[in-house]
DNA sequence: TGAAATAATGTAAACGGTTACAGTAAACGG
DNA sequence: CCGTTTACTGTAACCGTTTACATTATTTCA
């Protein structure tokens, strides 16, 4: 035994089998047929050397990774679960494999991103996990990549697989103020630069201006789509001894949303009798936080299989730059303060 | 242009600045020094180039993935978001990736799983999601593997990071028992063979018999650890003509909490007044449960952090078979009675 | 000052597959 | 019956790195 690695190699099992590696290949591949002999001999032979092919080598040599990698700002967020479960269902029922990075703002300086065209065969950018510059690189490259909650930037051809923000939002806003006549209403937004964030508070501007309800920019805080920050914005904001009055939150996301009810909970304020409260997603635990959370239903793990789907297009030179937005809708429950 | 692929080699990277390869490669990994003055010049040609090393011909020439591999059941349930922080953070601390994967009992008649030495230096193997005999191979082989809520099996020396099941399970069944004077305890199971699932039904079965409460076996339910499965479980028990009487409900963990809150929601069963509940793991939306949800705090994202140090400690010769067990912490908030 | 140690670099053989190209045997068709 | 197709199979180059070993340039020091 003085082979380096202990590893079974294909040449192992093309010796056993009596045949050239070049057939072990194509056997493994299903490229080019084999003799049924040949095919039965190499069935056994593989199985008695418990031969596994070495996924390095393959893709050096096929200059194809079979690797779909996932690039997050983070994952601090229920959000993910669903998402990762629509990709993973579909990477893995293409036989592909699964590469979970985060890359952000602060990471930037100094590094590039952890996965590309060196280690995978295409991309799922969520969100600002890449910035601009990054995208026209690669995009010019060919490389393939779909956007996932989030539109390319202008002149860039790249598909996109999100969900409808800004309409939802200003109805829901509109909601609280034409239903259940709120007028102060605190936004919290997400991470800056976040489209998602963008647009929602562009929905709850526009909702705010069409009722004749001037925008007060205190109304207007972090929360970067966290159960931590947002308490802790939730928190600043009471705190202050010169806060503006409120009536309502607009929390940024379900997630949020749990941080924002402790902060209100810590301090006595009721929800929905002193403030009501509406997040966004319609997480799992949304119907039973306490109260019931007012959201909007996106369809996350849809957005996740079909953002892999058409990675997957991509790969099959099925060419696309289609911008396909999904549609959300609001499901009203106690903490806006229908139900009660 | 005739090369085929048109990304640059660490070739033309040797020739743009009057180098050999070896040099080139040794600057990249720091192996040997380099003089300041050739480290200049790659400096500027590599990035002038934007040069990016290709993994796939790194893996094959160092034995090497700079990947480790995450093994799970599967994605569905909130505890993997901070077991993933867990991991991902330290993966990306130490520059190298995570693949995440899911492999279950119903893939493995037909499938090898999908990650191994082959594509990884390195498992974390949560669970179930290999069999014993997966787990002896790869163990005798030597391949670097730390289990993940899950001891190793007899005779197998392999580190492994888990929580304290038993004992916080029949203290806080005991709470039940002894506190609310509930007798009638529902037990919502697990995945079979999960082993958490197992212990925290030992420590269900110890409570009663220590309290001299016999065990209904009518009372024991699969839940699966999943909302959808849990939610079936309670309401198809619910909708049993000849229903056993409960008083209370252990659900198995936070995820499954959900669906049985919300099946008894649904058939109008008051919460604790009807039924205690309790759940397991505290994530981060028990508190807001309707009710607040009483629950055994599991440090999830430190056991993701503390095996994947190990695994690294594996992956630089610091062997290890120790078993750590972290402790849990019984947090009493409303749905069992607490508080109210 | 020159031999020996040290530092930096180069050469070329792996690593374990895929695949273009070539070859051979059997089947086919006129 | 023989040229042509068809169906497999083999040979060997190549994928883009790392690294053992050899080589050269520079110090060190007796």
Redesign the pocket.
């Known amino acids: 035994m003085t ?3 202990s ?8 010796r056993e089998a ?12 299903q ?9 039965e001999r190499l069935d056994v032979v593989m199985s008695k050397l418990r ?4 996924a ?3 893709n ?5 990774t079979r690797v779909i990698g996932l690039l997050l700002n983070n994952l601090h967020n229920d959000f993910f679960v669903p998402l990762l479960n629509g990709v993973e269902a579909v990477v893995r029922k293409k036989g592909y494999n699964l590469i979970v990075a985060t890359y952000h703002a602060s990471s930037r300086n100094h590094m590039q991103p952890p996965i590309g065209p ?1 280690n995978t065969d295409g991309l799922l950018v969520f969100s600002d996990g890449l910035m601009d510059e990054d995208l026209v690189t690669l995009n010019t490259s060919g490389f393939p990549m779909v956007l996932v909650h989030r539109t390319p930037p202008l002149h860039l051809r790249i598909p996109s697989v999100t969900v409808e923000n800004i309409e939802i939002t200003k109805k829901l806003v509109e909601h609280l103020i034409q239903v259940h006549g709120k007028r102060r209403i605190l936004f919290l937004r997400g991470p800056i630069h976040q489209e998602d964030s963008v647009r929602r508070e562009a929905g709850y501007r526009s909702a705010l201006q069409a009722n004749g309800i001037p925008i007060d920019e205190n109304l207007i805080l972090n929360g970067d789509f966290e159960r931590d920050v947002a308490y802790e914005a939730m928190n600043g904001f009471l705190s202050r001894q010169d806060r503006a009055t409120f009536d309502s939150v607009f929390t940024g996301d379900d997630d949020a949303a749990i941080g924002v009810l402790k902060a209100l909970h810590e301090n006595g304020i009721r929800i929905p009798e002193d403030a009501a409260v509406i997040g966004f997603d319609d997480l799992g635990f949304a119907p039973f936080l306490n109260p019931p959370l007012t959201t909007v239903r996106a369809p996350t793990e849809t957005v996740g299989q079909i953002a892999t789907e058409r990675l997957f297009g991509l790969l099959e030179n099925h060419p696309s730059d289609e911008v396909i937005i999904l549609p959300t809708e609001i499901i009203l429950r106690r903490s806006c303060g229908c139900q009660s």
């Open positions: 082979r380096r690695s590893s079974v190699t294909i040449r192992d099992v093309a009596g045949v050239s590696v070049a057939t072990v290949s194509r056997y493994i591949n490229n080019t047929p084999v003799s049924t002999n040949v095919a031969y596994v092919p070495h390095a080598a393959r050096l040599a096929s200059r194809k060196h």
